[in-house]
């Protein structure tokens, strides 16, 4: 495989993975289109051209040095220059990360979008879920556009070394996961809910490393009411405000990969329970998903950078 064919198996694996029907994903290619349109030409050759095919925008090839055989890749969640240079040491043809860098970071914002269809299809209705997103968006918009973000782009370019981040096809991937075994399982308690991550191979790794499942809102003893998966796709955190709106559209429990001390407070008032399966755990079962379609193609996979790695 090829860096390009790579990338273009994960986009692939996130579409099929987004709980978005195909027609929205196309949707909010045409509205990227309709914003390029409506520039003059002196900003259309600043554009980003990556948002008119791809609908991942925190995804990114960072440097393709045009090999023909990608045989070894270098997977981190977290990838800085130090990887990069042992990257390089070991004669790795390809790194992978999750988390952005780059353009994929400074498009953090415009992926978070996903979240007020993902909670539309909850039963939230989609102005207060877009009302009350856009504000959340803005911060992070704000929030990343003062970020260094090329660092372990420009050590990538220097070194020779190919380079992409995989992050919403990932978290797209994980969220399918657990919205298929939640359905499967039908857990009633939220110990229950507990006790099934607790199963999944990349959490028991998690919990020897001191990361375990952990409830953030909520008590063991709670009935987990109708599960939501939706908190683990969708670029990072919503807003905090939504969990009152979940309540009030019969969501009783929220399986999320980390939660902020406000966003707990808010759930804990809207007595909505919520269960934090580990980040970086979460983030390895995504990667791992779409790497298990990689590996097939003959790329050996090294891990680095927190990354757990776990064939299916």
């Known amino acids: 495989m090829t860096t390009k064919q790579i990338f273009e198996l994960a986009i692939q694996i996130g579409i099929k ?22 520039l003059d030409k002196a900003k259309q050759k600043l554009f980003d051209n990556e948002r008119l095919s791809n609908p991942y925008s925190d995804s990114r090839i960072h440097i393709d040095n045009g090999k023909k055989t990608i045989k070894k890749a270098m997977v981190g969640i977290d990838i800085t220059s130090g990887e990069i240079v042992i990257a390089k040491q070991l004669g790795i043809d390809l790194v992978i990360a999750h988390h952005p860098a780059g353009n994929a970071l400074q498009g953090l914002d415009d992926v978070m979008h996903l979240q007020a269809d993902v909670l539309e299809m909850y039963g939230v ?30 050590a990538a370019r220097n070194l020779g070394v190919d380079y992409m981040n995989i992050h919403t096809p990932a978290d797209n991937s994980v969220a399918t996961f657990f919205k298929n075994l939640v359905e499967e399982k039908k857990p009633r308690y939220v110990s229950e809910l507990v006790d099934l991550i607790y199963t999944i191979p990349e959490y028991q790794e998690a919990v020897r490393r001191g990361s375990s499942p952990t409830i953030y809102s909520g008590s063991p003893e709670n009935r987990t009411g109708r599960i939501a998966i939706a908190e683990m796709t969708g670029g990072t955190e919503g807003a905090p405000e939504l969990y009152e709106k979940m309540a009030n559209s019969g969501i009783g429990t929220v399986v999320a990969m980390h939660l902020s001390e406000k966003h707990r407070e808010h759930a804990e008032k809207a007595h909505v329970n919520v269960v934090v399966a580990p980040h970086i755990a979460s983030d390895s079962l995504g990667m791992n998903l779409i790497l298990d379609a990689v590996e097939k193609k003959g790329v050996e996979i090294v891990s680095a950078g927190g990354f757990i790695r776990v064939k299916r």
């Open 17 to 38: 993975n987004d709980f978005r029907p195909k027609k929205l994903i196309d949707e909010h290619l045409k509205q990227a289109k309709k914003a390029f349109e409506r």
């Open 125 to 154: 209705p989609i102005n207060l879920a877009e009302g009350l997103l856009r504000k959340r968006i803005s911060e992070v918009a704000r929030g990343v556009h003062a970020s260094n973000s090329y660092v372990s782009v420009d």
